[in-house]
């Protein structure tokens, strides 16, 4: 049973970068899966951020992707999200989840974090 | 983008009522959609994949149809538990795009 988990920092400024990470455990980050962030706004609801391979291939939401990085770190069995110049519309529910093998079917997701951006 | 719409925004039933939730597309996005369920501070949960499967260990109340434009999720017996906001997803166009969600109330 994959457990995916979202810690940091629950404020932050504007104009600053936001940064989280997803813990998972009960799989692999180097298993055959994309790793995937999503977030929830009362303004634009559930929003797709982008995923990361387990090869370190990247794809992003044209969206965000000037602001966003998705990275690994297979050490820690971790993977983060850095999203820069962030504004109060960044404020919202920040999910990790993981969809079926070669799909966006996402029956796995962390429980969230609400990231605040304000000074 | 491909932009996915909902209808009703929210709907009050009583217990035992079947519900129905429409979903509509932008564009032809054959059955490439998935429903899901969100109880207040929780994750999603995937309840549906491909327009009509049930992920394993979803009640058989729950049901998928459509293809192309327009799909729907059904409730057919509506029960306490089912209390939630639910979202249709396309995967047919990256990036993936959700629904505004259907707030489900029992009356």
């Known amino acids: 049973q994959v457990r995916l988990q979202e810690s940091g920092p629950g404020l932050v400024k504007p104009s600053e970068t936001l940064s989280l990470t997803c813990a998972v455990s009960g799989g692999s980050l180097s298993s055959s899966n994309w790793w995937s962030w999503v977030r929830q706004s009362p303004g634009k609801g559930l929003e797709w951020i982008g995923e990361?391979?387990?090869?370190?291939?990247?794809s992003y939401n044209p969206s965000l992707k000037s602001r966003v990085t998705i990275s690994l770190d297979m050490s820690s069995n971790q993977f983060s999200l850095k999203l820069s110049s962030v504004t109060a519309a960044d404020t919202a529910v920040y999910f990790c989840?993981?969809?079926?093998?070669?799909?966006?079917?996402?029956?796995?997701w962390g429980q969230g974090m609400l990231v605040t951006v304000s000074s | 983008d491909i932009q996915m719409t909902q209808s009703p925004s929210s709907l009050s039933a009583s217990v035992g009522d079947r519900v129905t939730i429409t979903c509509q597309a932008s564009?032809?996005?054959?059955?490439?959609v998935n429903w899901y369920q969100q109880k207040p501070g929780k994750a999603p949960k995937f309840l549906i994949y491909d327009a009509t499967h049930l992920d394993a260990g979803v009640p058989s109340r729950f049901s998928g149809s459509g293809s192309g434009t327009d799909f729907t999720l059904t409730i057919s017996s509506l029960q306490p538990e089912d209390i939630a906001t639910y979202y249709c997803?396309?995967?047919?166009?990256?990036?993936?795009?959700f629904g505004p969600g259907t707030k489900v109330e029992i009356k």
């Open positions: 989840a993981r969809p079926r093998s070669g799909s966006y079917q996402y029956d796995y």
């Open positions: 564009q032809d996005i054959s059955t490439f």
């Open positions: 990361i391979y387990h090869s370190g291939t990247t």
């Open positions: 997803q396309q995967y047919d166009n990256v990036p993936p795009t």
